[in-house]
């Protein structure tokens, strides 16, 4: 038996150095991982690839013909920088001056930076879609779809990339969103597609 050891007490966690434990950061998914993940759920989709779209009417040129109802999205942010991502028809107007007080945000909206985008979405400015939310796993956005878009049966969005389209029924859209977390809101934000 050696001497008994002399203790000065412990020293407190809080002062010992700490390493710097790295950033854990997930990557965003691919198309490729969307559509097994729609897959997963049972829900039919087919895309047509094309060269990429950054606007609408780019957009207009590039699909060809492929059938449903055509959409923008607007990703915005209020005052306290809640996010949103508004889903309409291409052609919808937006009155984005009013849209905060139809939606109770908290203040008038502006656009997301992209930088937040790549954040909360993991997509790039001009392939903002809802199926990006297969990338907010802390739910931060809120997805609200426009009541007249919502009206068609088959819908088409970038597939998280601006290289394609991706047709999905209005019940697709639907389950798929509710399977991540984001029970959209549906609203009357639009004239319709009359613009």
């Known amino acids: 038996m050696g001497a008994p050891r002399q ?9 010992q150095p700490r390493r710097p434990r790295p950033i854990k950061r997930r990557m965003p998914a691919t198309p490729d991982q969307l559509f097994a ?5 049972g829900i039919a989709h087919k895309t047509v690839d094309h060269p990429a779209a950054f606007r609408v009417g780019e957009a207009r040129e590039l699909r060809g ?34 849209l ?8 008038r909206f502006s656009f997301g930076s992209a930088e937040l ?14 199926f990006a939310a297969i990338n907010d796993t802390g739910r931060r956005v809120t997805v609200v779809l426009d009541a007249a878009m ?14 394609g389209t991706t047709t999905i029924s ?6 798929f969103l509710d399977a991540t977390g984001h029970k959209p809101r549906i609203e009357a934000i639009s004239d319709g597609g009359a613009a």
């Open 170 to 175: 209005r019940e697709g859209l639907l389950r």
């Open 7 to 15: 203790s000065y007490g412990k020293v407190r966690p809080s002062l």
């Open 100 to 107: 905060h007080r139809r939606l109770g945000a908290s203040g």
């Open 65 to 98: 013909q492929i059938p449903g109802a055509h959409t923008k999205n607007l990703f915005l942010r209020d005052k306290k920088g809640a996010a949103y991502l508004v889903v309409a028809l291409e052609d919808a107007a937006i009155e984005l001056k009013s």
């Open 150 to 163: 919502m009206a068609h049966a088959v819908l088409n969005f970038h597939p998280l990339r601006n290289t």
């Open 37 to 41: 993940y729609l897959d997963t759920l």
């Open 117 to 130: 985008m790549r954040e909360l979405l993991g997509v790039e400015p001009g392939s903002v879609t809802p």
